[in-house]
């Protein structure tokens, strides 16, 4: 791949590391959860706070975002074997997420940005994975793929990329979101043959190795890096063909 794309790439996984987690939970809070008083009924109530750093360097905006995220946090976590507590976890919406979603002037700077990069989407199966596809409404077919692995420590998060209409804005690139099955659903050897298995697939629709890219943030990071590792240890030929493979954790 050219190293513009691959620089734009990289400097679009740092941005979505800190900005996919609140798109993506603002969208979740002006959702029907939002309308809903959610409470902790299956795990009681926690006496954690928190409050967050708040650096001199980052934009007003982000300040004011950041002062809101102040008290406590969450709820209690599930056993590693409770699937329905961690179904609960999914779905709860902290109430200072709630607030910062109905912030109007928030929401229209959140609302403004996402219009400057208009997309479309759709759901697929790579594999037998379920994935969403991902390119701005500029798009134009270059032979090139990003694939993305979403972050949410394993057991939370999905394939609906809040940022993807950027990220194939700013790249030019078509953007394979991996629906990966979630912990403790799925144990992590799972995960990683799951990702595996679309870049196969990606292969098998004509995609060269060398016009593949691999992004990862959080979680999805070491998933990513993981995957790729797993390709290599198995002895697949092309794997250091692979044009990036970018894992921000």
Known sequence: MDRRIIARTVAASCFTLLAFWAVSLFAQATSKVADKSVRPTRHGSTNSSYEAYVPDTVSAAAQQVLRMMTGPQGIPLPGPNDIEGWKEIRSYVPPQLKAIAKNPDIS??????????PSTSKKENLGGVPVVEIVSEKWQDNGKVLV????????????????????????GLRIVSVGYT???????????????????????????PKNIAVLGDSAGGGLAAGAVLKMRDKGFRHTGSLSAVVAVV
């Open 108 to 117: 229209k700077r959140t609302s403004d940005a996402m219009k400057r990069y």
């Open 148 to 171: 993305y692995v979403h972050g949410g420590g394993y057991v939370t998060g999905g394939p609906d990329f809040g940022l993807g209409g950027w990220v194939s804005g700013e790249t």
């Open 182 to 208: 979630l912990a403790p659903e799925a144990k992590w050897n799972q995960a990683s043959d799951q990702v595996v298995a679309v870049l196969h697939a990606l292969e098998e629709q004509g995609y060269a």
